[in-house]
């Protein structure tokens, strides 16, 4: 999976754009790059999933440690594109309920 960091919104958000699958290679370099970020401060932090086309069980896990470690440091975390499996696992798994999700501009 790759993902990019874009530029802050108006709203503050830090735009975290990924794409492809997140999985048991990937998901791990994530956590670690997101995690990092929160701790270096980010105050608030928009995660695009559109373009995800597979999340598995590391990949949920990630998102997981992600969510709580935003919540620990106050970081405003919000998710779009939610679709496809990677929803439907999600929705399983229910951490979709976690998640504040927001509809794609």
Request: aromatic share 6%.
């Amino acid at each position: 999976m790759e993902w990019m960091i874009g530029a802050r919104d108006q709203g503050g958000f830090e735009n975290v754009t990924m794409k492809g699958d997140c999985d048991l290679y990937s998901a791990p370099d994530f956590a670690k790059a997101m995690l990092s970020r929160i701790a270096g401060g980010a105050a608030r932090l928009r995660f695009d999933l559109t373009e995800v086309a597979y999340l598995d069980s590391t990949g949920v896990g990630a998102l997981i440690r992600i969510l709580q470690e935003g919540k620990r440091r106050g970081c405003e975390l919000r998710f779009r594109g939610i679709d496809g499996s990677p929803r439907k696992v999600l929705k399983m798994s229910n951490i979709i309920l976690l998640m504040r999700e927001e509809a794609r501009p």
